[in-house]
């Protein structure tokens, strides 16, 4: 596991602040709230519970066990949405945290695809596994299957730097 921490040490080191700058457009939340949230709209569930709702729609004030014990509330209605994440993205750039509001972001994006993919996706990252070929289709999958652009460049910058340091299916 060190080795794929050195890589991704190596990696965040070199994109530096040009990722940065690429990540911090993100699309507004289609959670309609008037005006952006701030720091001190933290934590959303108990200052904004109206803007936090399961994929399914239902708001916080359902999920009670209760409605799990009667089968009201089902597994997916505990997943965080998009737009909850892109909220707290919101709060933590007002906070001054712009990596973590990335992080959001990111994890906004990733929320359409389904864990199986999600998952051999991740897998593609690990050093060796993939061919440039392979990693730069799974950007093209990201930028028009999921429309995920911020973990497409992801990959992109991965595949550019596996390729620069050797790290490409074949190079072991």
Known sequence: MSEIDDLVAKIVQQIGDTGATATTTAPKSSVK???????????????????????????????????????????????ITPDTLRLQGEVAKDAGRDAIQRNFQRAAELTAIP??????????????????????AISAELKDKYNAPVNAGWFEQAADFYESRKKLKGDN
């Not at 864990?115 to 730069?136: Q, V």
């Open 33 to 79: 709230n008037e005006k952006e949230l701030t720091k001190q709209d933290y934590p959303l569930y108990s200052k904004h519970p109206e803007l936090v709702h399961s994929p399914s729609g239902k708001g916080l004030k359902d999920i009670t066990l209760d409605n799990i014990l009667s089968d009201k509330i089902k597994s997916n209605d505990l997943r």
């Open 115 to 136: 864990d199986d993919r999600l998952l051999e996706m991740y897998n593609a990252l690990r050093p060796y596994r993939s061919s440039k070929a392979e990693l730069l």
